[in-house]
């Protein structure tokens, strides 16, 4: 069983700044990719960034420049620096973890509202 912990979510005026937290524990075998996702209301879920083990990372177009990932392997834990916040960056921001056996786990979500 894995569990993956989300925090650092809240109400942020436009132009502001956010640190989400996940850390993972329980039963991982070894983790590859770790990221962030975000659901807004009435649409699709979509991938915000992503990190591997070696530090490669990926983001979404509409992020870059903005959003920074980072993780520390030895607390399983992954990291997202949302600075220049828009009103459309608000969501529900999901975290995922990927194991080498490609088992895909997520966190229970936390909201992000960022008011213009």
């Known amino acids: 069983q894995v569990q993956l912990v989300e925090s650092g979510g809240g109400l942020v005026q436009a132009g502001g700044s956010l640190r989400l937290s996940c850390t993972a524990s329980?039963?991982?075998?070894?983790?590859?990719?770790m990221g962030w996702y975000r659901q807004a209301p009435g649409k699709q879920r979509e991938l915000v960034a992503v990190?591997?083990?070696?530090?490669?990372?990926n983001y979404a177009d509409s992020v870059k420049g903005r959003f920074t990932i980072s993780r520390d392997n030895a607390k399983n834990t992954v990291y997202l620096q949302m600075n220049s916040l828009k009103p459309e960056d608000t969501a529900v921001y999901y975290c995922n973890l990927v194991d080498s056996g490609s088992l895909s786990y997520w966190g229970q979500g936390t909201q992000v509202t960022v008011s213009s």
């Open positions: 329980g039963s991982i075998f070894r983790i590859t990719t």
């Open positions: 990190i591997t083990s070696g530090g490669r990372t």
